[in-house]
């Protein structure tokens, strides 16, 4: 009992923690002691199946997206350079019309205006206009019902007298000067080329990469020829390329299409430095428009008079171009997609965390084994 008296008959003491400021500059020792230290962070476990199956089913969403898309499918640890290249293209082959105008059309025929580097014209329909020369008739482009309606302010090239007359069509046009006759039913022959579509384009090309290595493919002196279907193929059948843009050779034969080729030739890298070449082609016009045609005149005299034979060439045009794709792994991008990977691996536990923080019901009692607050130390 007297030590109990003792005890309640000492005053008591209050005293206050001191704060202690962390000085600016440690000393050697502090700073030995420091290096023997190891701070790490405390993980809470929690034991609930819910937020079991929403962090183990959205990481393993974004490893299948990592693995399928990123690396699969985008290959994005790769590396490509894409270049431009040229190509050479050349037509092969004869077309024929047979019936009651059966002719043989050779390659100058079917481009009388010379051959061309990176574009080929096929002919499919020629209409055959021959013996024109410069007068005055009835033209079907100038249609009109009476004479009234042949105006030389609005028509320039229709002369004083208006008159409107028959045209071997059986419609109306105004008296104008042209070339006489006007292609028509009556004077123009029309040619179908029958095999037009069996004739064959030869292609031949250049490319030079230079950012991801030192690699040129040049076939431009090369008189080898590897037809399609076969490997690194190099020559082609008309009615192969049009099938490739979705359309029918037979589809396009009265009016005409244009069309773009693209040989595209991919490298990967390899000690080999193998390339593999192929087609894409696409369609530059419409379905529905007016097709694709070019004239060429044939100009001859007899006597003092001018004539010329008219062929209007209805058909198909292809331009090529060339596009060259190297393909080599990439240190940079493979430690950019690890780094990328392990962020979207981390945003699964912000996931977690953010259900079970804000949306189930117990979320108080989760945040209070999540979050310890401290007592404040701001000084009043």
Request: charged residues 25%.
């Amino acid at each position: 009992m007297d030590n109990d008296e003792e005890i309640e008959s000492r005053p008591l003491v209050q005293t206050e923690e001191i704060k202690q400021e962390e000085p600016a500059w440690y000393s050697w020792n502090e700073i030995k002691l420091r290096l023997k230290e190891y701070q790490t962070s405390k993980d809470v476990r929690i034991l609930d199946r819910r937020l079991g199956y929403i962090y183990y089913s959205s990481l393993f969403i974004i490893i299948v997206y990592l693995v399928v898309v990123v690396f699969m499918i985008n290959q994005s640890y790769l590396d490509k350079e894409k270049v431009e290249g040229i190509a050479y293209s050349t037509l092969l082959g004869l077309a024929y019309s047979t019936g009651d105008n059966a002719y043989v059309w050779d390659v100058p025929e079917e481009n009388p205006w010379g051959h061309e580097t990176s574009a080929v014209f096929i002919p499919s329909k020629i209409l055959v206009t021959r013996g024109q020369y410069q007068g005055l008739c009835a033209d079907p482009l100038l249609y009109c019902e009476i004479d009234e309606d042949c105006s030389p302010v609005d028509l320039p090239n229709v002369i004083e007298g208006r008159k409107c007359l028959d045209t071997p069509e059986g419609t109306k046009g105004c008296i104008a000067w042209r070339w006489c006759p006007p292609e028509n039913s009556l004077s123009t022959k029309i040619y179908y080329l029958e095999n037009a579509a069996h004739q064959m384009i030869w292609s031949r090309i250049k490319v030079k990469f230079e950012r991801l290595a030192t690699l040129s493919k040049d076939t431009l002196g090369s008189s080898s020829i590897e037809k399609f279907p076969g490997s690194n193929s190099n020559a082609w059948e008309i009615s192969d390329i049009i099938l490739m843009a979705g359309t029918n050779f037979s589809d396009i034969t009265d009016k005409g299409a244009i069309f773009k080729a693209t040989i595209v030739l991919q490298c990967i890298a390899n000690p080999s430095e193998i390339c593999d070449t192929k087609l894409e082609v696409t369609r530059l016009d419409s379905v529905d428009s007016g097709g694709y045609s070019m004239t060429h005149g044939e100009y001859y005299r007899q006597g003092d008079i001018l004539y010329r034979d008219l062929y209007h060439m209805k058909g198909v045009r292809i331009l090529f171009d060339v596009l060259g794709i190297y393909i080599s792994s990439s240190l940079f991008n493979i430690v950019l997609q690890i780094a990328s990977a392990l962020g979207l691996i981390i945003a699964s536990n912000a996931i977690t965390d953010a259900v079970m923080l804000n949306i189930l019901k117990e979320k108080s009692h989760f945040k209070m084994l999540k979050i310890k607050e401290s007592e404040d130390f701001n000084e009043e």
